[in-house]
Structures are given as C-alpha cells and as structure tokens.
C-alpha cells in the first residue's frame, strides 16, 4: 500500500526510540503530512489489547490466543488509524506490524510461519506495507545494549532462545521478500542510525 512504511526489529534495537527520533525530525522540519503511530496499538480499543497481551501477568497466556489477539489489534487498529490516514493522502509510519507476527508468533513461538501469515492476510488484506525498514542487530546485542529486557513485558522477559529464532524469522521474512525490505545496520550510535534511517526515506522519495 503506497505511503504506508512499517519500521521492525527485534526486542532492544531501539526502533521505538529511532520512531520518534524521525516523528521530532518531521515536527521540526514542518513535515506534517505524515502519522506515526506503533502495534500492537495505536488506537483505543488496539491498545486495550496491547494491555493484556504484553502485560507480564499473563505468563500463562496460550500462544495462539497471543497470535490471535495481536491480529485482532491490528485488525482494529487499520480500521481506527491506517486506512482514514491513507485515504487522505498522508504517509503512515507504523512502529512494528504485519512481519512481526511472521518473525514472533511464526517462528519464536512454533506456531508455523505460513499459519500466521494466511491468519494475518485475513487480518490486513491488502493494507500491507509498501516497504518495510529493519533495523538490524542481534538480540543479544540489542539487550547488551540496552541493559536487559524490560521486567513488565511479557515477551521481553521470555528466554534469550525466543529471541534468536525471533532473528531467525526476521531474516526469511527479508529473505523471501528483498524486494520491500531495506535493512539498516543498527550497531552504530542512535545519531548514526538515524542519519541512515533518513538517507533512506530520501532515497524513497519520503523525505526531501
């Protein structure tokens, strides 16, 4: 979907941070024909569900009600955010979305990377994104980095194996799709990643 660009990486990359980096970039620069918003999420009801599924109380939470439940935000949230934005010409940035599912519910969780992806075709339909931005570096180096998983979220806190075949799906995510996918090495400092996060957009035609 033309205007429609998702930001992923694994648990720690510092996507959210490098997200709102380019949302201050776009306020000061008078850029405002665009929307950010983040999955699960971004909308009333989607963060509701965002609530109980990332909430570390619910450690007893069956994996297929989780893939279920991340859908159904996303289901939600393209209703509320995504689609009245496109549908008045603005650029929608979104931190995390379809490919998350893939590389999490997929692959980290054994659900089965083709049944999640036919689940979450349901969910989306044709409102996938018209190119995707991964910012790239391994969990542990992400967790190393930002020191240690967060305590009160749910798939943070799962073991350090989850995470790697989360990588893992991220990468036959890129792999079967190179063509919407643009990778960034995350591994530098936050000033450098934006920088390449930027020249990227530029060289889309996003940003002037």
């Known amino acids: 979907m033309k205007n429609f660009i998702t930001i992923e990486g694994c648990d720690g990359v510092g996507k959210t941070f490098q997200t709102n980096l380019l949302k ?95 689940l979450n075709e349901l969910a989306v339909g044709e409102y996938m994104p018209e190119f995707t931005i991964f910012l790239d570096l391994s969990p542990e180096k992400a967790f190393e980095r930002k020191g240690g998983a967060d305590k009160t979220d749910r798939l943070e806190n799962v073991d350090n194996s989850f995470h790697v075949k989360v990588y893992q799906g991220y990468k036959r995510v890129i792999a079967e799709n190179p063509e919407k996918f643009v990778v960034i090495d995350a591994s530098g400092t936050v000033e450098q990643t934006q920088q390449k996060l930027r020249e990227v957009l530029r060289q889309k035609g996003v940003l002037k």
């Open 24 to 118: 201050q970039y776009c306020k000061e620069n008078g850029i405002d024909n665009v929307v950010f918003t983040r999955e699960p999420g971004g909308s009333y009801i989607a963060e509701q569900i965002r609530d109980i599924i990332l909430d570390a109380k619910n450690s007893g939470m069956d994996d297929m009600c989780e893939a279920f439940l991340y859908a159904s935000s996303r289901i939600q949230h393209l209703h509320d955010i995504v689609k009245p934005a496109l549908e008045q010409g603005k650029v929608v940035f979104c931190d995390r979305f379809v490919h998350s599912s893939y590389a999490y519910q997929g692959v980290g969780r054994g659900l089965g990377y083709e049944k999640i992806k036919s």
